[in-house]
């Protein structure tokens, strides 16, 4: 075999290598998606606690410990190896999505926290599926590789809610409250994508790798990023925004579930998962709307239009509880999922961008620890508002989406790229002659 072909070859089990680490996170990842829209609406049988505090912290837990074990899932994987900790991963996620659906069918709470504080730890190996990709990457193709995650998340938000569907129907439990078999389905996919791993996954860390910086927040990173021109506004932009849209989506299943006298729609379970996994698609459109408008628009232009947009979201759904009105509810969802889908991407460009190319790697992990920081504050909150009145969570989410406008316009147009900001410090280069 000539040096041009086993290169060839190499690059072909590269990519035969990413494709079983995308279809593993993906299947995976149907079955966070199977279970985010029915867990508020499965617990909120289990508990009578009026002021909806053991909501919120039933869906932080899954958040907070992804935070939590993230860096440590990446420190372990530096030094066994990549495809062990994804295994392990998979095997905790197939033992506690089965956990799940036993304590579905026990009508127990406690073990429902259980479940969910396991499948967080279990989850939190999706920083270490990015490291796989890096590892088989170059640097030229490692945005396209990171873009099948991306992916990987939206099919699964897409096509999750559509399997639970199927699970309920199927197991002739569509109306039933508390039925086991969406867990078992999400834990039966799991094992599917584990012996997926196990057969097809070779190691890809290299022994002369690097190991990788994992920390929870690095403080000297953060102290960094604030204080480049605008990154600091950028980040509260990012934590702003993540905030208001993470309320959105931990109480909407609820929303949709509850009785039309509390202010609710009165949906059944079948009818919740399919408005979820229609939420799912047009945020997945919309996402590949950014990525076509970004040849054409500054990304300040696009962040400040997915506000604008987000905020008409949020004051459409208030309309729509008022007036108990199913086709304007849809048409707020679909808004807000096209706002929020312009939000993420555009401002991790520009923090990327303003950025010294030499620390982007920390600062967008300081990106990453404000943004789940901030998913962990909004699933904590928003059920105590929900409590409150069905409307306040979107009235609050529609102020954090008006401030992150406001540092939009305000503040983050004013900055300029990492190179282009440099230059402009330069002194004005002096002649020979002078």
């Known amino acids: 075999m000539t040096d041009e072909e086993k290169t060839t070859d190499r690059a072909t089990q590269k990519r035969g290598h990413l494709l079983v680490v995308f279809l593993a996170v993906f299947i995976d990842l149907l079955g966070f998606g199977i279970v985010l829209p029915l867990l508020p609406i499965y617990a909120r049988y289990l508990t009578s606690d009026s002021s909806g505090m053991v909501l919120g912290l039933l869906m932080a837990s899954y958040s907070a410990m992804q935070f ?11 030094r066994i190896g990549r495809r062990p900790v994804l295994m392990l991963g998979l095997v905790g ?3 506690f ?34 490291a796989y990709i890096a ?20 099919l699964g938000f897409t096509f999750g809610p559509l399997l639970a569907a199927t699970a309920l129907i199927s197991s002739g439990e569509a109306q039933a409250h508390l039925s086991p078999w969406p867990g078992f389905t999400a834990s039966i996919l799991s094992a599917g994508a584990l012996l997926l791993a196990f057969f097809k996954l070779p190691e890809s860390l290299r ?58 729609f009165g949906y059944g379970l079948v009818e919740v998962l399919m408005l979820f996994a229609g939420l799912g698609f047009v945020h997945a459109l919309a996402q590949g709307m950014v990525r076509g408008m970004s040849s054409h628009m500054s990304e300040t232009r696009l962040a400040t239009g997915g506000a604008a947009v987000a905020i008409l979201g949020y004051v459409l759904l208030v309309v729509a509880i008022d007036r108990q009105s ?59 508002l929900f409590y409150i009145a069905t409307t306040i969570p979107f009235v609050v989410g529609a ?11 305000t503040i983050a147009r004013r900055g300029g790229d990492f190179g282009h900001a440099v230059k402009a410090a330069e002194p004005e280069p002096v002649g020979e002659g002078d």
């Open 68 to 78: 939590l074990f993230a860096p440590l899932w990446g420190r372990l994987s530096d």
């Open 93 to 95: 996620s197939v033992i």
């Open 97 to 130: 999505y089965a956990l799940f659906g036993i304590a579905s069918s026990m009508g127990s709470l406690l073990w429902m926290f259980v479940s969910r504080i396991g499948a967080g730890i279990a989850g939190a190996t999706i920083p270490t599926a990015q």
């Open 135 to 154: 590892d088989t990457t170059s640097k030229e193709n490692r945005a396209k590789g990171m873009a099948l995650i991306g992916a990987a998340f939206g």
């Open 207 to 264: 022994p002369d790798s690097l190991p990788a910086e994992h920390r929870l927040l690095n403080l000297s990173a953060l102290h960094t990023a604030v204080s480049i021109p605008t990154v600091g506004t950028l980040l509260l932009i990012s934590f702003v925004s993540v905030l208001s849209f993470s309320g959105f989506e931990s109480v909407l299943s609820v929303l949709l579930k509850t009785d039309v006298t509390a202010g609710g």
């Open 326 to 384: 199913l086709g304007l509810l849809i048409g707020a969802m679909a808004v807000e999922a096209v706002g929020f889908a312009f939000l993420p991407p555009t401002v991790q460009a520009l923090i990327s961008r303003r950025s010294d190319p030499g620390r982007q790697g920390s600062i967008l992990g300081v990106a990453q620890s404000v943004s789940a920081m901030a998913r962990i504050l909004g699933h904590a909150i928003c059920f105590p």
């Open 399 to 409: 102020a954090l989406m008006a401030v992150a406008l406001l540092l939009i316009a």
